[in-house]
């Protein structure tokens, strides 16, 4: 397909390069008005959506937890978890990216007023208020007020270094208690991950460590790679470290641990050795490669955890770094085995975990074995716990689906048609989610109330 033959290229083809430019000098203004138009509809939006009591606000996640703090700073109001859904989605973002997003609006409109004026009257850039609200949403309402004067009639001028200064000055001079608390807190956050494998059975690390620890690990990783060199690798240096890294991992590896029955007191020496569980799935065709030499070269698989592609020779590849090998029972995705009770089985939670891969709800992209699974239809009002009637809702949209005014009718395996409470459907299916004409009627031929339950499809 030739882009060029579009009809908006086609109207800019052969135009000097002065007028191409005062196009695009329009378009930057014409899209600073949209997003402050777009600050103004959500500022509004949350003046008409505000709740009292902390339970029934929107609060912010730390990876899969829901920390309990609202979106906003002290001071600015509380808004409905619920609602917030529906703006959202209506947004076009994801679940979590969203409520970020809303919450620095409400942080700037509410405590930092002199620079959300400055948005309003164009001088200030909507994404840089946006850093300036990250920076100052834990603080209290006299320090926020602080970096506020600071900042806003500035805040172009002013370096993200120097933002961090006197972001760290309004802490000090009005809450020294926090300042202490955060310095704390930092220590709490130190980590070290290691990536799932790509589908070059590669992994990407990456940590936040002690400075001290950092300096010994990288000593300790520099004296490997330089020996690796001495005794006749080719390698980079850069490849070396790595190496070195895994030859540091598998020492310990090669350690006896040494444990204790706690019911017989038995002294147990075992190694640790290496333990994995993947999920992949295969033709029968590619099941008999694997386990054999014949077959295509380009014969893949799909690796479940990892939700990539996976070539056969890779997996060979670790079937044979494996100490032991355990096949599980072949599950057949369209398979459908109702039970006559409200307990999910956990062959059902399985074979709905890899069938859905994540959150059903329109956007969110919480991995499935992280959800709770939904009984379409209610197993109180008649539904059957059955795969075709489970679901992947992450708790948050779980019980949005339960106690507010969101609805989902399955149009076919892996196909979810959503209403919003005021009427907005969305369409969730593998290629993600898709807004569709706003707001409106469930389509004639899904209004029977049997099929959602508690839902007047005239409403």
Same mark, same amino acid.
């Given at each position: 397909?030739?882009?060029?033959?579009? &009809?908006?290229? @086609? *109207?800019?083809?052969?135009?000097?390069?002065?007028? $191409?430019?005062?196009?695009?000098? !329009?378009? =930057?203004? +014409?899209?600073?008005?949209?997003?402050?138009?777009?600050?103004?509809?959500?500022?509004?939006?949350a003046?008409?959506?505000?709740?009292?009591?902390?339970?029934?606000?929107?609060?912010?996640?730390?990876?899969?937890?829901?920390?309990?703090?609202?979106?906003?700073?002290?001071?600015?109001?509380?808004?409905?978890?619920?609602?917030?859904?529906e703006?959202?989605?209506?947004?076009?973002?994801?679940?979590?990216g969203?409520?970020?997003?809303?919450?620095?609006?409400?942080?700037?409109?509410?405590?930092?007023?002199?620079?959300?004026?400055?948005?309003?009257?164009?001088?200030?850039? &909507?994404?840089? @208020? *946006?850093?300036?609200?990250?920076?100052?949403?834990? $603080?209290?309402p006299?320090?926020? !007020?602080f =970096?506020? +004067?600071?900042?806003?009639?500035?805040?172009?001028?002013?370096?993200?270094?120097?933002?961090?200064?006197?972001?760290?000055?309004?802490?000090?001079?009005?809450?020294?208690?926090?300042?202490?608390?955060?310095?704390?807190?930092?220590?709490?956050?130190?980590?070290?991950?290691?990536?799932?494998?790509?589908?070059n059975?590669l992994?990407?690390?990456?940590?936040?460590l002690?400075?001290?620890?950092?300096?010994?690990?990288d000593?300790?990783?520099?004296?490997?790679?330089?020996l690796?060199?001495?005794?006749g690798s080719?390698?980079?240096?850069?490849?070396?470290?790595?190496?070195?890294?895994?030859?540091?991992?598998?020492?310990?590896?090669?350690?006896?641990? $040494?444990?204790t029955?706690?019911?017989?007191?038995?002294?147990?020496?075992r190694?640790?050795?290496?333990?994995?569980?993947?999920?992949?799935?295969?033709?029968?065709?590619?099941l008999?490669e694997?386990?054999?030499?014949g077959?295509?070269?380009?014969?893949?698989?799909?690796?479940?955890?990892?939700?990539?592609?996976?070539l056969?020779?890779?997996?060979?590849?670790?079937?044979?770094?494996?100490?032991s090998?355990?096949?599980q029972?072949?599950?057949?995705?369209?398979?459908?085995?109702?039970?006559?009770?409200?307990?999910?089985?956990?062959?059902?939670?399985?074979?709905?975990?890899?069938?859905?891969?994540?959150?059903?709800?329109?956007?969110?992209?919480?991995?499935?074995?992280?959800?709770?699974?939904?009984?379409?239809?209610?197993?109180?009002?008649g539904?059957?716990?059955?795969?075709?009637?489970?679901?992947?809702?992450?708790?948050?949209?779980?019980?949005?689906?339960?106690h507010?005014?969101?609805?989902?009718?399955v149009l076919?395996?892996?196909?979810?048609?959503?209403?919003?409470?005021?009427g907005?459907?969305?369409?969730?299916?593998?290629?993600?989610?898709?807004?569709?004409?706003?707001?409106?009627?469930?389509?004639?031929?899904?209004?029977?109330?049997?099929?959602?339950?508690?839902l007047?499809?005239?409403?």
């Open positions: 397909m030739d882009l060029r033959s579009s &009809t908006a290229a @086609a *109207e800019h083809d052969g135009r000097p390069v002065a007028e $191409l430019l005062n196009v695009l000098s !329009a378009g =930057v203004r +014409r899209r600073a008005d949209l997003m402050i138009d777009e600050w103004a509809a959500i500022v509004a939006w003046d008409q959506n505000v709740v009292d009591a902390p339970e029934h606000a929107a609060t912010v996640r730390d990876s899969f937890v829901d920390t309990g703090v609202p979106i906003a700073g002290p001071g600015a109001p509380l808004v409905s978890e619920f609602h917030l859904m703006l959202i989605a209506v947004l076009g973002r994801s679940p979590d969203g409520r970020v997003y809303v919450g620095r609006i409400i942080e700037c409109a509410w405590r930092l007023p002199l620079l959300y004026g400055q948005v309003m009257s164009g001088k200030v850039a &909507t994404w840089r @208020a *946006e850093r300036v609200a990250d920076l100052t949403r834990s $603080l209290n006299d320090a926020a !007020a =970096v506020d +004067r600071q900042v806003a009639s500035r805040v172009g001028r002013v370096g993200w270094a120097e933002m961090d200064r006197v972001v760290a000055t309004a802490v000090l001079r009005y809450d020294p208690v926090a300042a202490e608390a955060r310095r704390k807190e930092a220590a709490d956050h130190r980590h070290f991950d290691v990536g799932a494998a790509n589908e059975g992994a990407v690390i990456g940590g936040l002690d400075a001290a620890d950092a300096a010994d690990l000593d300790a990783v520099g004296r490997r790679a330089t690796l060199g001495r005794l080719e390698e980079s240096l850069d490849v070396r470290r790595a190496v070195a890294v895994g030859e540091l991992a598998r020492n310990d590896l090669e350690l006896d641990l $040494l444990t029955d706690e019911e017989t007191g038995e002294m147990v020496v190694s640790a050795g290496r333990k994995a569980e993947i999920s992949v799935h295969l033709t029968d065709t590619m008999s694997v386990v054999g030499d077959g295509e070269p380009n014969s893949v698989g799909r690796w479940h955890e990892g939700r990539r592609p996976v056969k020779e890779q997996i060979r590849e670790w079937l044979r770094t494996a100490t090998i355990s096949v029972p072949v599950i057949d995705l369209a398979d459908c085995d109702p039970v006559d009770r409200y307990e999910i089985p956990q062959r059902h939670r399985k074979q709905v975990e890899l069938r859905d891969t994540t959150c059903c709800f329109p956007g969110c992209s919480r991995r499935a074995e992280r959800c709770d699974l939904d009984h379409r239809i209610p197993h109180a009002e539904g059957s716990t059955c795969p075709c009637d489970l679901h992947p809702l992450c708790r948050r949209h779980h019980r949005a689906k339960t507010s005014g969101w609805r989902y009718f076919m395996p892996g196909h979810l048609l959503w209403r919003s409470p005021h907005w459907f969305f369409h969730v299916g593998p290629n993600g989610t898709q807004a569709l004409d706003p707001p409106g009627h469930w389509p004639d031929a899904l209004a029977d109330p049997a099929l959602e339950p508690g007047d499809p005239a409403a």
